[in-house]
T-cell receptor, first 115, second 114 residues
Framework: NAGVTQTPKFRVLKTGQSMTLLCAQD?????MYWYRQDPGMGLRLIHY???????AKGEVPDGYNVSRLKKQNFLLGLESAAPSQTSVYFC??????????????FGNGTRLTVT | KNQVEQSPQSLIILEGKNCTLQ??????????LRWYKQDTGRGPVSLTI?????NTKSNGRYTATLDADTKQSSLHITASQLSDSASYIC?????????????FGKGTKLSVKP
């Protein structure tokens, strides 16, 4: 089992460029999440999905869009990158929602720099 | 406001020693409390999940405690190893809305020296 796989691992963008981050999980999990991690801050939720074809906004959704066309994939898009989006992005998946004792499984992150 | 505070921010210990990390939270209504280990350059990995009724839970050399009355948790690491060097993140689940909500602490960075 690969678990949660994120691609790419690293990326450098210029301001205004667009890109898509891909997250794939092979555990048949319903719930998938995108977080960003910045120095000195806890992980912050960008968007999440509770099943194929569904998406919802998290704590910091501005400047990002997501899609979940297939259960195993969750895509995060940046339409017009800004330096404030320089961060490490983590995808996570879970069998059940946070209210249940279901651990999140995280990928190893995408390190994005916007110049 | 729902918050999770961890202390200390960083900690250096010698290999073989024990240590205890603290987590205080002001999250309501409470669902569960989780501890994750995050190695440098990697994603967090789950260590334990504790519900309101659980006081202690172990995972190998890691033992988590929960006092739901005082809203405090601790993670005790026994006989530390070099591989324990990592950030340890406390996460509390708030039973808000239909899906719940996870509130992350900023983590404690542990360095184990030989």
């Amino acid at each position: 089992n690969a678990g949660v796989t994120q691609t790419p691992k690293f990326r450098v963008l210029k301001t205004g460029q667009s890109m898509t981050l891909l997250c794939a999980q092979d555990m048949n999990h319903e719930y998938m999440y995108w977080y960003r991690q910045d120095p000195g801050m806890g992980l912050r939720l960008i968007h999440y999905s509770v099943g194929e074809g569904t998406t919802a906004k998290g704590e910091v959704p501005d400047g990002y869009n997501v899609s979940r066309l297939k259960k195993q994939n969750f895509l995060l898009g940046l339409e017009s990158a800004a330096p404030s989006q320089t961060s490490v992005y983590f995808c996570a998946s879970g069998l059940f929602g946070p209210a249940y004792n279901s651990p999140l499984h995280f990928g190893n992150g995408t390190r994005l720099t916007v110049t | 406001k729902n918050q999770v505070e961890q202390s200390p921010q960083s900690l250096i210990i010698l290999e073989g020693k024990n240590c205890t990390l603290q987590c205080n939270y002001t999250v309501s209504p409470f669902s569960n409390l989780r501890w994750y280990k995050q190695d440098t350059g990697r994603g967090p990995v789950s260590l334990t999940i504790m519900t309101f009724s659980e006081n202690t839970k172990s995972n190998g050399r890691y033992t988590a405690t929960l006092d739901a009355d005082t809203k405090q948790s601790s993670l005790h690491i026994t006989a530390s190893q070099l591989s324990d060097s990592a950030s340890y993140i406390c996460v509390v689940s708030a039973n808000i809305g239909s899906q719940g909500n996870l509130i992350f602490g900023k983590g404690t960075k542990l360095s184990v020296k030989p």
